[in-house]
């Protein structure tokens, strides 16, 4: 708008006026600046809404902006030892693995089969041991049980008997 005044000379701006007053009159010049200005002020408000309704708009957006950052870090901060745990789970069963397949298949000194032999052998060992002294006191006991069965045979006589009997006796 100072363009458009930069442009016109003061004289112009005279000559102009000259021309509204003439075409329009005196009584009438008052009553349209009065509509003029209510206009110029009704832009005035109505720019000002705009600008307002941009500023808390991109108040809202920088606000998301921050919520956004805020949620991306924290869900960094946490996929981060998820990430680190996961590939060190995923490292330690392919060791395992690995071992478990070395030891299975490569037949030497470090094999599944040649690292628990011997402890099988010494089980088995222990077992039969175990079953030939369990057979031993069978035979041991049945051997034995024939004294023992005619003692419990004449306790069990004296168990019959009444007081009076034993007396006599």
């Known amino acids: 708008m100072l363009l458009f005044i930069n442009s016109i000379a003061g004289s112009e701006i005279i000559v102009i006026l000259l021309f509204v007053l003439i075409f329009f009159g005196a009584k009438s010049i008052p009553g349209m600046a009065r509509g003029l200005g209510k206009g110029i002020r009704q832009i005035k408000d109505a720019s000002q809404d705009v600008q307002d309704e941009i500023r808390k708009t991109s108040t809202d957006m920088q606000r998301d902006m921050n919520v956004n950052k805020a949620l991306h870090d924290a869900r960094n901060s ?38 628990l032999e011997d402890p099988i ?5 222990d077992l039969k041991a175990s079953g030939t002294e369990v057979n031993n006191n069978i035979n041991g006991v049945k051997k034995h049980s024939a004294p023992s069965q005619q003692l419990n045979s004449s306790l069990d006589k ?4 009444k007081p009076d009997q034993e007396n006599n006796s």
């Open 121 to 125: 052998k010494d089980f088995t060992k």
């Open 78 to 115: 946490i996929e981060a030892p998820i990430k680190n745990f996961t590939e060190d789970l995923k490292k330690s069963a392919s060791d395992v693995n690995k071992n478990v397949n070395g030891m299975l298949n490569d037949g030497g000194e470090k094999s599944l089969e040649k690292t």
């Open 158 to 161: 004296k168990k019959d008997q």
